[in-house]
């Protein structure tokens, strides 16, 4: 079960999900789909006594300054849903 505050609300849901689930769905939490270790896209570590600003950055330039000493990074795609309209989702 998720026990970070910043998970809470998935248990909530979860445990709502399952309480008013069909019968002939079975609604199991948290479960491993992958035996591989948890991983990042990213790591961004601030380089100890640098300033915090985007320098000669040639990406991204107005993320650096905002970022902190670590920072972990997700892409998420802007590509469109894979679904068409009109197919079940």
């Given at each position: 079960?998720?026990?970070?505050?910043?998970?809470?609300?998935?248990?909530?849901?979860?445990?709502?999900?399952?309480?008013?689930?069909?019968?002939?769905?079975?609604?199991?939490?948290?479960?491993?789909?992958?035996?591989?270790p948890?991983?990042?896209d990213?790591?961004?570590?601030?380089?100890e006594?640098?300033?915090?600003?985007?320098?000669?950055?040639?990406?991204?330039?107005?993320?650096?300054?905002?970022?902190?000493?670590?920072?972990?990074?997700?892409?998420?795609?802007?590509a469109?849903?894979?679904?068409?309209?009109?197919?079940?989702?």
């Open positions: 079960m998720a026990t970070t505050s910043r998970n809470l609300w998935h248990l909530g849901f979860a445990n709502l999900v399952r309480a008013r689930a069909p019968a002939n769905i079975s609604v199991h939490l948290d479960v491993p789909l992958t035996i591989e948890q991983r990042a990213m790591l961004l570590l601030r380089k006594g640098s300033p915090r600003e985007g320098g000669d950055a040639r990406v991204l330039r107005g993320l650096w300054p905002l970022l902190g000493t670590d920072t972990l990074l997700e892409y998420k795609s802007p469109q849903s894979a679904f068409r309209r009109g197919e079940p989702g």
